[in-house]
């Protein structure tokens, strides 16, 4: 019997689709998140035709309106992965995935978690739907946010269209070398997918067990990295012409051990920040009149928070000029916003004040560094001393933090 919720919902869904749809099809063009919402709107009636339909004009319109250093969401782009894999589009749902999540998708593992279920590999999308979260006793929980608009939904769509599918179409040496390219070139999910039939199809083969670990090792999800290494090293040949190899698997075993603890003794405060990384940032500012050499020196987390130590020097009218200072900054996707206070000098003067900043950072593939441009302002605490600007270019070095 259906509540007067559902009723209100199902209502809700429909004047949505009475209300932009006919706007779609006779104008075009509409922003791509109008068109996202419709694509929501079908699938949510498990339209999945349309849904796809509409999740392609998302894509498009986004791609034709991006401008520079911009693009598609990613999280637009793993839905439209998980409507491909419920229309059994495997295959590019998996490339898409990737895609998303080298976007920075917000739900990128969610929506992989659940494309994997729909293919039959119930396992790999468990590990996908843990993430470390810490909860007001200290303990660590386990579970993937679930984005709102399709909670409660995605469990009855996963019942409904998952199936067992093979997308493997060679043999199994190259189906080994394809996955472990994949691996390299961090297109996790495929590489996952492909790894998981092939130990179906092949599960005494070792080599594919511990290939398969690699992946989740370099996704730091050591536990089942593990498991998995161990399951191998169990599968090579009690031959002792394999004696020597399996003592170089046993080594990296215990290596990734050693990870895996390194990471549970982290103290509380670096399991909240994720895993904080140094920063150092080298680059040259230009004033009205000024060009100075400036450095950074901090931390930066995962969730792309940031806090540095600064440091600048410059030459201006056979004289000196400089300025020391810290800052906080917050970044989303290519934008970086800061907030800090610094004290900018000459051999006679100091402005003391606020120093809040806007720029551009594009990060490198690896996550290793990025080419940074800023427009920051100095306002003086002192009201009888002028505000500046200064835009600056450099690059920012980042490096992991190592437990002791």
Request: contains cysteine; glycine residues 6%; hydrophobic residues 40%.
């Amino acid at each position: 019997m259906m509540t007067l919720k559902n009723t209100i919902s199902f209502a809700g869904i429909i004047l949505l689709c009475i209300t932009f749809a006919p706007d779609a099809k006779s104008q075009g063009a509409q922003n791509p998140q109008e068109l996202q919402l419709m694509a929501q709107a079908y699938l949510k009636m498990e339209n999945i035709q349309d849904a796809l339909d509409y999740y392609h004009k998302a894509i498009t319109t986004a791609q034709e309106k991006r401008k520079t250093g911009s693009g598609v969401p990613g999280e637009l782009m793993a839905e439209y992965a998980y409507a491909l894999a419920l229309n059994h589009d495997f295959e590019a749902a998996l490339i898409t995935l990737d895609r998303a999540r080298a976007l920075g998708a917000k739900h990128g593992d969610f929506y992989a978690a659940q494309v994997l279920i729909l293919m039959g590999h119930e396992k790999p999308a468990l590990q996908l739907m843990r993430t470390i979260e810490i909860d007001s006793t200290q303990e660590f929980l386990y579970q993937e946010k679930v984005p709102e608009w399709i909670n409660g939904l995605y469990q009855r769509l996963n019942s409904k269209y998952a199936t067992r599918v093979i997308i493997l179409r060679e043999s199994s040496s190259k189906a080994l070398t394809r996955a472990n390219r994949l691996t390299s070139a961090s297109q996790t999910i495929q590489a996952i997918a492909i790894y998981e039939e092939l130990s179906t199809l092949y599960p005494n083969l070792y080599i594919v067990w511990l290939n398969y670990s690699t992946v989740w090792e370099n996704m730091k999800k050591y536990d089942y990295a593990i498991a998995l290494l161990q399951k191998g090293i169990d599968k090579v040949p009690q031959d002792s012409a394999y004696n020597e190899h399996k003592a170089i698997f046993q080594s990296h075993l215990e290596e990734v051990k050693n990870k895996k603890k390194d990471i549970e003794q982290y103290p509380l405060h670096a399991k909240v920040i994720r895993m904080p990384r140094m920063m150092t940032y080298v680059g040259l500012s230009k004033t009205k009149d000024v060009f100075s050499l400036n450095g950074r020196f901090g931390l930066c987390t995962q969730n792309k928070f940031s806090t540095s130590f600064n440091l600048g020097l410059g030459w201006f009218n056979d004289s000196y000029t400089g300025n020391i200072g810290i800052s906080v900054y917050k970044s989303w996707k290519i934008f970086v916003f800061g907030i800090g206070i610094s004290d900018q000098f000459t051999e006679t003067t100091s402005s003391f004040g606020l120093s809040p900043s806007i720029g551009l950072s594009f990060m490198n593939k690896a996550q290793t560094s990025s080419f940074d441009i800023n427009l920051g302002w100095i306002f003086p605490f002192d009201e009888n001393q002028k505000s500046s600007w200064n835009l600056s270019i450099g690059t920012t070095i980042y490096t992991d933090v190592k437990k002791k």
